[in-house]
């Protein structure tokens, strides 16, 4: 009896249109969407769509600091001596404290 309903089940699904593995016809075949040539972007602050002109602007300002980076004299001093201590550690493998 269970074959039997496990039966009529497929082959209900057979006649049902939802259940093809074709895909719609108005669908875009994958290969046609990788060669494709996108020419729009978008923006990384707010995800608006913007032209290329408009993309490569908003890229230069981004990468534009706004500020400069200023650092004291204690603390590049922190850096250089925490460097030479990694590279102490490098060579030898003992961990300064």
């Known amino acids: 009896m269970k074959t039997f309903l496990v039966a009529i089940a497929f082959l209900l699904t057979l006649g049902n249109s939802s259940s ?3 895909p719609p016809p108005e669908d875009i075949p994958e290969e046609i969407l990788r060669t494709e040539i996108i020419l729009d972007g978008r923006s990384p602050i707010d995800g608006m769509a913007l032209n ?3 993309y490569s602007e908003l890229q230069a300002q981004l990468q534009e600091s706004s500020f400069e980076p200023d650092l004291s004299s204690d603390v590049k001093e922190i850096i250089f001596l925490l460097e030479i201590r990694r590279l102490i550690k490098t060579f030898t493998g003992i961990s300064i404290k």
């Open 20 to 22: 093809r593995a074709l």
């Open 52 to 54: 290329p002109a408009e």
